[in-house]
């Protein structure tokens, strides 16, 4: 299985979402993680509501730091946009998906990050099975 870690500075939206759809689209191609540089120790109630809003029970995650995550080498790092504020983590591959902090938006704003973070994760799945 391929490790695919997603970071970002709280680990409490955007990573914390895009494992959920590693979960959920990856099966038998990926195991999922995330954490955070900075994390806030809680996960957004935004992105419960907007994760339950499909389906997926967001409650069982935790915000997590990057001391909390297995500390192997990852196939993929994918960092949600904080940039230079994440720090080096072990992997094969690195990708900035530069996607905007949704945790002030309105629910409306909000969904449409959560949509595009499930479309770039199933980008991700597919270009994982395809090699």
Not at 34 to 42: E, N
Not at 103 to 123: A, G, L, P, S
Request: charged share 30%; hydrophobic share 35%.
């Amino acid at each position: 299985m391929t490790k695919v870690l997603f970071v970002c500075v709280e680990n409490s939206c955007r990573s914390q979402m895009a494992e959920a759809f590693g979960n959920i689209h990856g099966k038998g191609v990926i195991t999922s993680y995330s954490s955070g540089s900075h994390p806030s120790g809680v996960v957004n109630e935004k992105a419960i509501a907007a994760m339950e809003e499909i389906g997926y029970d967001l409650t069982i995650h935790r915000s997590k730091s990057l001391d909390d995550i297995p500390q192997v080498e990852f196939d993929y790092v994918v960092t949600m946009g904080c940039g230079d504020e994440c720090p080096y983590v072990q992997t094969k591959k690195r990708e900035d998906w530069k996607i905007p902090d949704p945790k002030h938006m309105e629910m409306k704003d909000f969904r449409q990050v959560r949509n595009t973070i499930r479309d770039m994760v199933i980008r991700l799945i597919k270009e994982i099975k395809e090699i």
